[in-house]
């Protein structure tokens, strides 16, 4: 702690001394770390000119500053125990050594984990397929990434096969994806399958900027009561008076339905 009023005190309580010296550590690695991801974040604002990040950017650094201070814990509990965390790490080089053997898989997938996040092939919300496996991107983890398919079920598949497999990503045609979340009460006649005929229906007048192959009906939740459903498809980017339109058609085609079903 350096030569203060404390250093006799300190000296004579030397546990009290490394959990002062961990506090110190932990509170001063999280600002750091912080004040990096902030300072990133502005940097790609600056870069791209846009307002709004891409979600794979920010996902990115949201994990690799989890990662930085799990190891920054992992010091500061040695700190706090009296251990020096480079004599530690030498003492176990050995054991490290068999450590990472072991562990080779998983940090394989979590460095193509981290080559996904900060690519711009693939973002959350595309529909793609990997093999014979075919659905949309909800999340990207550093182990795996996670699909839902047209049933709606999830499909999880390892990050080191992702960047192994050959992709089709439907959404990356200069497109972007149009998502309509609304319910559907347990109660309702409506197939699903006739709601998605209906709908994509109203989509054929704007076949020009639309990619009706990736248009797509699936069941986010299902409740006692209710089940919330998801369409989406999409559309051709810089077509920003049509995507309106189409915003319009598709919410007074969903409202229409429902007035339609209680009215029957």
Request: positive net charge; proline residues 3%; glycine residues 6%.
């Amino acid at each position: 702690m350096g030569n203060t009023i404390l250093r006799p005190f300190l000296d004579n309580y030397p546990a009290i001394n490394n959990l002062i010296r961990a506090s110190v550590f932990l509170l001063s690695g999280n600002l750091i770390i912080s004040l990096g991801r902030f300072a990133a974040l502005r940097f790609y604002l600056k870069k791209t000119k846009d307002e709004k990040v891409q979600p794979n950017f920010v996902i990115g650094i949201g994990r690799i500053s989890w990662i930085l201070n799990v190891i920054i814990l992992l010091i500061s509990l040695m700190l706090a125990l009296g251990i020096r965390p480079l004599e530690f790490l030498t003492s176990i080089t050995i054991v490290a050594a068999a450590i990472a053997v072991l562990t080779k898989d998983y940090i394989t997938n979590i460095a193509n984990g981290l080559i996904i996040m900060f690519s711009d092939q693939l973002e959350i919300g595309d529909k793609i397929q990997i093999g014979k496996n075919t659905g949309f991107i909800r999340d990207i983890t550093l182990i795996n990434l996670v699909l839902k398919n047209e049933t709606g079920e999830t499909i999880i598949v390892p990050n080191s096969m992702v960047l192994a497999s050959e992709i089709v990503n439907f959404s990356r045609n200069n497109a972007h994806q149009l998502v309509f979340d609304f319910e559907v009460s347990t109660k309702s006649d409506l197939p699903l399958d006739e709601i998605e005929r209906r709908l994509i229906g109203k989509l054929g007048l704007y076949s020009d900027y639309i990619y009706l192959k990736g248009a797509q009906l699936s069941v986010l939740e299902r409740k006692s009561d209710y089940q919330l459903i998801r369409f989406q498809f999409p559309i051709k980017t810089g077509e920003k008076e049509v995507e309106s339109k189409v915003r319009k058609t598709i919410n007074q085609a969903i409202i229409n339905l429902f007035h339609e079903e209680r009215e029957a």
